[in-house]
């Protein structure tokens, strides 16, 4: 009897592919409206920097696969380390058990982190590790007999997921504005104002900032839990920078009102700014820090929370006193995650100390200055480490695109045909590379980049 082989979706034409995707999936932060008009990709494999699809086209992934991806797809070292562990095994549950992965992580983590950071909680996403921090401060001070001190405070135009908590401490109105009747009561101050490239600063504002946020203080902070915020770079608000000094100061204030102050370093962590955490710059010491996107490189769902035995130590008694924290999620500390994030890490450290990111951040800075400083249809232009963002503007004399032009989106797919992949916000471009791009690379996607810009604006014009 013959064999007959199943129909692996690696051999299924494109076609079907297509009509699969559009038939069955929703993808997200997607209109599908919009997502069904556009020519469809499916990715097939990965290697560096690069991304292949099912029908042998290469792409350079120029948003990093949505900002994770750190030493390349397909790393050979990553690999060996997954192929190990999965012969031993691919699941356990961390609730109430552990494994040597995990220990090894959570001891890694501390290491690496500032201060009195000693312990971490793992889960699986970005969202996951600021509501696990945000119930943390929130337990806290009943814990401690202040359980008036509940409110959270964020920044203007920060993002910290979309889970509920997440959505309610952060100022995503394009994103959530239509779930505020659901969101818990919070605050907000102002964001600074930071232009730079390069290190080189362009303008900078933080007095105002800064000022709101003290007399919120002033009046507020008995009822203030903590204080959330995404230091250096708000990054899904468009690369927003914030000046040298601020986060110091912010710290300082917390501090001065006994706010929790909890870092959102899920973008931001783990090399993106050039250094492995960005709260390591300014030498500030959060209550909590909170990391995912970057933390296994890419390759698999991981998060970790990490605070203080102060904080930990609040959360002991008897199990009869209630005190534990209940919050778990079923695939909390996989062992093949936390295999991939140590070995990552110990990679990541690696790039740092042979100053390879160093001088990768100042290349990549040097010719995305060169490429659009000064060019007609950009305006702003906004870069710190390995990520960088140019606001779109039509050609001078020219009226403002509505929005419902999609110039960010229709560069995108300019781009895709100059081999780049990229993802819009509105009219502004972010550029994400993986942390090991080498400097050819950084000089393709510029390139490509202008030439798909030039192409975009040719048809608007038309
Ligand atoms: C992506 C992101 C999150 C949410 O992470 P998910 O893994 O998508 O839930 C939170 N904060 C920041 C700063 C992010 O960039």
Redesign the pocket.
């Known amino acids: 009897m013959a064999i007959v082989q199943t129909d692996t979706a690696s051999e299924t034409s494109k076609s079907t592919l297509d009509q699969w995707d559009r038939s069955h999936s929703w993808h997200p932060f997607t209109q599908m409206q919009e997502y069904a008009s556009l020519p469809q990709l499916h990715v097939d494999r990965g290697e560096g920097c690069w991304i292949w699809d099912t029908e042998g086209n290469r792409y350079l992934d120029a948003n990093a696969s949505i ?1 994770t991806n750190a030493h390349g797809h397909n790393d050979p070292e990553i690999n060996a380390a997954l192929k190990a562990q999965i012969d031993k095994i691919a699941h356990s549950t961390y609730l109430g058990l552990s494994h040597p992965l995990g220990a090894a992580l959570g001891k890694k983590l501390a290491d690496i982190s500032p201060g009195a950071l000693s312990r971490a909680i793992f889960s699986d ?6 509501e696990i921090a945000l119930k943390l401060s929130f337990q806290y001070w009943q814990l401690r007999e202040k359980p008036e001190k509940r409110l959270v405070v964020g920044m203007r135009n920060g ?5 509920f908590g ?1 959505m309610a401490a952060g100022d995503s109105q394009g994103f959530h504005g239509r779930f505020d009747p659901w969101l818990f009561e919070s605050r907000a101050f102002s964001s600074p104002i930071c232009e730079e490239v390069n290190g080189q600063v362009f303008f900078q504002n933080s007095e105002k900032s800064l000022s709101e946020l003290e007399i919120l203080l002033e009046t507020e902070g008995a009822s203030i839990a903590a204080l959330i915020l ?1 230091p250096s770079i ?3 608000a468009g690369m927003r920078l914030q000046p040298k000094g601020f986060l110091k100061s912010v710290e300082a204030l917390c501090r001065r009102f006994e706010v929790h102050l909890i870092l ?1 370093e ?3 962590g783990c090399g993106r700014t050039g250094s492995l955490l960005a709260c390591d710059v300014e030498s500030v010491e959060p209550d909590f820090l ?1 990391l ?2 970057g933390l296994t490189a890419g390759y698999l ?1 991981l ?1 970790a929370t990490l605070t203080s035995e102060s904080v930990y130590e609040a959360f002991l008694g008897s199990f009869e006193s209630g005190r534990g924290f209940f919050h778990g999620h079923t695939f909390t500390g996989n062992p093949l995650a936390a295999c991939v994030a140590l070995k990552s890490i110990e990679k990541l450290e690696r790039l740092i100390d042979s100053k390879r990111l160093e001088s990768t951040v100042a290349y990549f800075g040097e010719r995305f200055d060169a490429a659009f400083r000064g060019h007609p249809n950009v305006g702003e232009i906004r870069q710190r480490g390995m990520a960088a963002a140019i606001d779109l503007c039509p050609d001078s004399g020219r009226d403002p695109w509505p929005i419902d032009e999609r110039v960010g989106m229709k560069v995108c797919i300019e781009a895709r045909k100059q081999g780049l992949l990229l993802r819009p916000l509105l009219d502004s471009i972010l550029i994400v590379p993986p942390l090991v791009i080498s400097a050819e690379e950084i000089d393709f996607l510029f390139e490509n980049l202008k030439t798909a810009l030039s192409a975009a604006m040719k048809k608007l014009s038309n």
């Open positions: 900002w996403n970005g969202s996951n590790a600021v993002y910290h997921g979309d889970t997440a995404e708000q990054g899904p959102d899920v973008f931001v909170c995912a996107k769902p998060a």
